[in-house]
């Protein structure tokens, strides 16, 4: 069985006309498994995080300033690309905890995976910043959390969005117990993610130029991504499941197809059968045409759902 978390407070956080990081994207995300083949998903609300959970990754201070922005009326900018209207705190919390949930779930059974159709997305918010449409970062607290309330050693978080996420990364960088494994563009924003960033041997960042289509994405995950997780034999896989890279999406420039995104959760699922017990967490990302986000969510949700 494969589990939703959702909440509408993530449909209420608007960050201005014109936004790539719209409400739409989540209507998008909900009428694609509206469909009748995703009617065997079971639909969970999302819970508020706990403020402790919050913080297995981000700075007192860091909370306490997103708390403090907060506005009860109109927009407050957290960075240019980045900002809260009065939903924006519950829903970055709601985004947190349905991360947690899913992994209460999967650890207890109920479910082999997980799919977290919420926003904001997290990846780019690092433990003492928020940034890049991201408030904090689900992924990242999801990791932890599965180490302090079920006593996972290892844990992974693949992200596959087109951006390099940052945030994930620092949040993992001295932490052998938890790899951080990427594909994304470069040279683009955020600036980071070289091949040569590999934090103590946790840290597997595959760049991709502008232009680079299926083959240079596939060969990516077979040579190097999917070997390297292999070896690091994870307890538990989360997935930043980020859909910018698709050829329509206007704010990247990569060429991936629909059928890339399901080629790439196979062999993610293939992996979880081996090393997790078939434990995967996936936490909605980027993607911001929303056609091409609706098709290849709907791709990635099948294979979430299919049965080994």
């Keep these: 069985m494969t589990l939703i978390f959702e909440h509408d407070s993530c449909l209420e956080h608007d960050m201005g006309p014109g936004h790539p990081e719209c409400p739409d994207r989540l209507r998008a995300v909900q009428q694609a498994l509206a469909e009748p083949e995703f009617a065997g998903l079971e639909r969970r609300q999302a819970p508020l995080a706990d403020w402790d959970q919050i913080a297995l990754v981000h700075t007192q201070s860091h909370i306490d300033q997103v708390i403090a922005a907060a506005p009860t009326v109109g927009r407050v900018q957290l960075d240019p690309d ?3 209207n009065p939903a924006t705190l519950e829903a970055a919390q709601r985004a947190v905890g349905a991360a947690c949930a899913a992994v209460d779930a999967v650890m207890a059974g109920e479910a082999k995976t997980a799919f977290c159709a919420t926003r904001p997305p997290g990846h780019h918010a690092e433990p003492e910043r928020s940034m890049g449409f991201c408030i904090f970062n689900s992924v990242a607290i999801a990791a932890q959390h599965a180490r302090r309330a079920h006593g996972l050693g290892k844990v992974a978080v693949v992200d596959f969005d087109v951006h ?5 990364q620092a949040a993992f960088w001295d932490d052998a117990d938890l790899f951080y494994g990427s594909t994304h563009q470069a040279p683009f924003y955020p600036g980071t993610g070289a091949s040569s960033e590999t934090g103590v041997g946790n840290i597997h960042n595959f760049p991709l130029p502008a232009g680079a289509g299926g083959v240079a994405f596939r060969d990516a995950f077979t040579d190097g991504l999917l070997p390297a997780l292999d070896a690091f034999q994870p307890e538990l896989l989360i997935i930043s499941a980020g859909f910018d890279a698709h050829e329509n999406d206007p704010l990247a420039q990569l060429r991936l197809e ?21 434990r995967v967490v996936s936490y909605l990302e980027g993607g911001y045409d929303l ?9 990635h949700v099948r294979v979430l759902m299919t049965e080994t």
């Design 291 to 299: 056609a091409a986000l609706a098709a290849a969510t709907a791709a």
């Design 82 to 84: 980045t900002a809260m």
């Design 164 to 168: 390099h996420g940052n945030g994930t």
């Design 258 to 278: 629909t059928s890339d995104y399901s080629w790439v959760s196979e062999e993610l699922l293939a992996l979880a059968d081996r090393h997790c017990q078939g």
